[in-house]
């Protein structure tokens, strides 16, 4: 492929109209919030503010990390998409606290141990914690804390094992929903771009079960969330083990080529066959 292939695969990639309004709308809600609102207001390629909640560095974020991937070769690999569902991580409705540690959270860290421990040759994770505004028939729902993350190296048992001996699960009826990721470019850069997302999303669906629609938050539910997430660092949501970003830049720290596959696990196989076939159960927030 040739470098940033992956945009013709997400033609709908943060938009400049949504970054625009979103960096004017989030820096609204910030100078409300008491929070010096101007660099997020100023920034621009030329002078990056770094901020978390900020559309134009998040989306540069992303950016360097899908060229990563691609100029590593990394969608080359066998691939699982991993979402976590936690206990005690679901934020009421009206709640404008903060939620605490995000990637530094001690969940997230005990799970990056576990996994370092099992001493899996070729493990690589990326991913994130985010949450999202939910509202079922324009009620609040709730803000449920989650986990997405992309990992190659780990067989479904492996990930399995991991999750559950680090993460309490919660009551929701799929806590831990692990997809293998179709091998087609397409579906590979699709669910990596989803496991590291901007920062401020609402989902409104009609009825609880449905799969929703993302919708643009109303100042009072950014100002919600913005509470939420606290203003953090432009990183501080990025999960990462066998990949390093420093402060923009991402490296591989892995090695992937010295120790060989094991024979039980196709996880570090290059996918020859390039099929394309349908994602068999999207990810749900
Ligand atoms: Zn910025």
């Known amino acids: 492929m040739r470098p940033s292939a992956w945009r013709t695969h997400l033609p709908n990639f943060d938009s400049d109209g949504l970054v625009e309004k979103e960096q004017l709308n989030t820096s609204n809600g910030l100078r409300w919030l008491g929070y010096d609102h101007l660099p997020m207001r100023n920034c621009s390629e030329a002078v990056r503010c770094r901020g978390g909640l900020c559309p134009r560095c998040i989306r540069q974020l992303r950016a360097n990390l899908l060229d990563f991937l691609e100029a590593e070769r990394l969608h080359l690999l066998s691939w699982h998409f991993v979402t976590i569902r936690v206990a005690g991580w679901k934020v009421e409705p ?9 990637s530094d959270h001690p969940y997230i860290y005990n799970l990056k141990t576990k996994f370092r421990r099992m001493n899996l040759p070729g493990l ?8 999202v505004y939910n509202t079922v028939a324009n009620v609040p729902a709730g803000k449920p804390f989650h986990l997405h993350l992309m990992i190659s190296g780990a067989s479904e048992v492996e990930i399995e094992t991991a999750v559950k001996a680090t993460i309490p699960p919660s009551d929701d009826i799929v806590p831990l929903d692990i997809i293998s990721v179709p091998p087609t470019d397409a579906d590979f850069f699709e669910l990596a771009s989803y496991a590291f997302k901007q920062s401020l999303l609402k989902r409104s669906k009609i009825q609880e079960a449905d ?28 999960i990462l083990l066998g990949i390093r970003c420093d402060n923009g830049p ?20 290059k996918s020859a066959l390039r099929r394309s076939r349908r994602v068999p159960g999207r990810p749900r927030s």
Do not use: C, K, Y
């Open 94 to 102: 009206g709640d404008d606290r903060p939620f605490g540690p995000l």
């Open 124 to 131: 690589v994770i990326f991913g994130s914690i985010e949450t």
């Open 211 to 238: 799969r929703g629609a993302m919708q643009p938050l109303n100042a009072a539910e950014r100002r919600e969330l913005i509470g939420n997430l606290g203003v953090h660092g432009w990183q501080q949501r990025l």
């Open 250 to 269: 991402f490296r591989l720290i892995a090695n992937l080529s010295t120790p060989p596959p094991r024979a039980n696990s196709p996880s570090l196989r």
